[in-house]
């Protein structure tokens, strides 16, 4: 059922660093676009997905109205947006458009689209401005905040990319009102880690009413959402190039990452992310580091949410080979981050194979 909202304005989270920007939550945002473009900006590229093309459109003809001139590059739905090919495409329109380093790049649409498109900004000319309008939950929360950008190679998961903060961040709410439950699912799997590594309210919000929490219309998704929110803008701007803090927000990605290659990314990025932080929890428990009921805690509320808990691929080398390539492994050194409690992440290096594959085993075994 949709809960009546009422419309209090836009939430201004702001993201500290070098170039500092902000993330606006609220509704009906799409007026603050030309101020977060910034006034020397003459000249747009839009890059939208396939499913997205009337919302790229719109984009589009609000910035005509305002005198910009203003290109689509209409990229792929999903995963396949993120290659050298379609990147190669963006630069070609942009090339063709004659952008120079005072135009910018706006990316409407998902994870995907946010991270391909952070991407094509970071690297045209070296660097142009970037502004994210994120359409799912899991780009709100997660992928359009923060600056990490890139695209996959054969090998693996954003191997190629740079972090390339964006200018502003619009999330837009109204936009989840047409994401499929399957999406906004995948999104919450990204305010749950939060949840476990930095704020324990986000868990309890879930664990209180889960209908809420699915809700696109709710002010509890509201409230999960500047949470997490102001948990990314915290460690980014504190940690933009991950030198140390910034790894706590891969907390379950060494895992996922793994399944998502194996899968040929048939699986959502938020899926393979929650049965991640179940496989990681698993983990920390063999190693002493977790209690039971924390690690139990984790297939509860994710389970709770209708995302997977188990992973029944029987692929273990291929896994294991996959995670090796993990940006936080350091030469043959696997590196986990791992929790030693609700909002205590740590890291647990080169664990004992044998661990690693006893916690898949329970895994796939539930
Ligand atoms: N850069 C980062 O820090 C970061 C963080 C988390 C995830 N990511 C990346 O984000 C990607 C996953 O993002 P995602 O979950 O948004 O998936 P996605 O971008 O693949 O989008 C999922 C699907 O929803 C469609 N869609 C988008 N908005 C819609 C809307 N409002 N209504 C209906 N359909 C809509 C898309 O076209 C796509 O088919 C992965 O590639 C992941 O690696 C990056
Ligand atoms: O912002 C970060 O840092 C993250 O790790 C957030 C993750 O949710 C996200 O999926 C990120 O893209 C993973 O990055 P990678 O460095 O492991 O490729
Ligand atoms: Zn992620």
């Known amino acids: 059922m949709t809960t009546p909202t009422t419309n209090p304005g836009p939430v201004r989270i702001a993201v500290d660093g070098e170039a ?20 020397r900006v003459a000249k747009v590229l839009i890059v939208h997905p396939r499913a997205l093309r009337s ?29 050298a090919e379609v990147a ?35 690297t045209w000319l070296r660097g142009v401005r970037v502004v994210q309008v994120p359409t799912t939950l899991l780009a709100m929360v997660d992928a359009a905040v923060g600056g990490k950008t890139g695209i996959n190679t054969a090998e693996g ?20 009102d047409t994401l499929p439950l399957h999406d906004l699912r995948a999104g919450l799997a990204e305010v749950v880690k939060c949840g476990f590594i930095a704020d324990p309210r986000i868990l309890e919000l879930v664990e209180a009413d889960v209908a809420a929490a699915t809700d696109p219309r709710s002010p509890v998704l509201a409230e999960l959402v500047e949470r997490a929110v102001r948990v990314k803008a915290r460690v980014v701007g504190e940690d933009l190039k991950e030198s140390d803090l910034r790894e706590i927000l891969n907390y379950g990605h060494t895992f996922a990452h793994a399944v998502e290659l194996v899968e040929r990314y048939q699986w959502r990025h938020g899926a393979a992310v929650s049965v991640g932080l179940v496989y990681v929890a698993e983990l920390a428990r063999m190693a002493g580091r977790l209690s039971d009921a924390d690690a139990d805690r984790h297939r509860s509320v994710l389970r709770s949410l209708g995302l997977p808990t188990t992973y029944r691929g029987d692929r273990w080398p291929q896994l294991l080979d996959a995670m090796k390539r993990d940006k936080k492994a350091r030469g043959a050194l696997l590196r986990f981050v791992v929790l030693d409690g609700i909002g205590k992440p740590s890291r647990l290096e080169g664990p004992d194979p044998a661990m690693l594959q006893a916690a898949y085993a329970e895994i796939s075994a539930e």
């Open 88 to 122: 190669a495409f963006c630069w070609t329109v942009l090339g063709q458009s004659d952008f120079t380093r005072s135009d910018a790049v706006v990316g409407v649409g998902g994870g995907a689209v946010t991270d391909l498109a952070g991407f094509v900004a970071a």
């Open 20 to 39: 500092p920007y902000d993330v606006l939550i609220g509704r009906g945002l799409l007026g603050e676009l030309r101020g977060m473009l910034g006034p």
């Open 55 to 83: 919302t790229g459109e719109a984009v589009r003809d609000d910035l005509i109205a305002q005198g910009l001139e203003a290109i689509l590059a209409e990229v792929p739905d999903g995963e396949e947006a993120k290659s």
């Open 157 to 176: 998961k954003n191997l190629v990319g740079s972090f390339h903060p964006p200018a502003g961040v619009l999330c837009d709410l109204d936009a989840l």
